[in-house]
């Protein structure tokens, strides 16, 4: 675990093209917002591949802050992410829901206590940061020290922490920009292929 310097960006070279072929689907999508889309990023597919997830875990324990004592995966996303980083780790794993249960422990977060605990946040993609930032306010309300998110793809604009407003420091494995760049280059690469002989 180290410094928020360790975006390792030959790495991200290496991780981001495979990320984004697993994921990247062309197609007709409706969008959340109703909109419709000839692109769809669909997480899951990393999420589901062993070898992916490992990968993305790997380069993840290099990004936690060294005096993490617990890490925060959210639902859904999160909970593969936070279960390989924390087996890699040996730092033990909480499972965040989207709103604490109304019944038995009635918890926010399953597994150890959170009061005067030092969370990590673990998510698998971060763009507006809304469910990092309820999961936050929550953890704190609970007595718990958050101060970072660790997270698979950063898809907010370039230059732009979505989660300044509650001092959350977002410190992602791969950028839309990373994951664009390798798209673009799989996309030219796949042109020269189809070239011949005029």
């Not at 809304?130 to 609970?142: I, K, Q, W």
């Not at 020290?145 to 922490?161: K, M």
């Amino acid at each position: 675990m180290t410094s928020p310097d360790a975006h390792d960006t030959s790495y991200a070279g290496s991780l981001a093209p495979d990320i984004d072929a697993c994921c990247r689907l062309q197609g007709e999508f409706t969008l959340r917002s109703g909109q419709v889309s000839s692109e769809y990023f669909d997480k899951y597919l990393f999420e589901s591949d062993p070898a992916l997830l490992d990968r993305v875990a790997t380069a993840m324990v290099e990004l936690l802050p060294a005096d993490t004592e617990l890490l925060g995966g959210l639902e859904m996303g999160g909970i593969p992410l936070v279960t390989v980083l924390s087996a890699k780790t040996g730092v033990p794993a909480l499972f965040v829901r989207k709103r604490a249960k109304e019944y038995g422990t009635c918890k926010l977060a399953e597994g150890p206590d959170v009061a005067g605990r030092r969370i990590t946040i673990v998510e698998d993609v971060v763009t507006t940061g809304g469910a990092v930032r309820d999961a936050t306010r929550g953890l704190r309300e609970r007595g718990a020290t958050v101060e970072v998110v660790v997270c698979a793809i950063d898809r907010s604009p370039a230059g732009e922490d979505p989660l300044a407003d509650v001092d959350l420091e977002v410190r992602p494995v791969l950028t839309r920009a990373e994951l664009d760049a390798a798209a673009s280059a799989r996309e030219q690469a796949g042109g020269r292929r189809g070239a011949g002989p005029g």
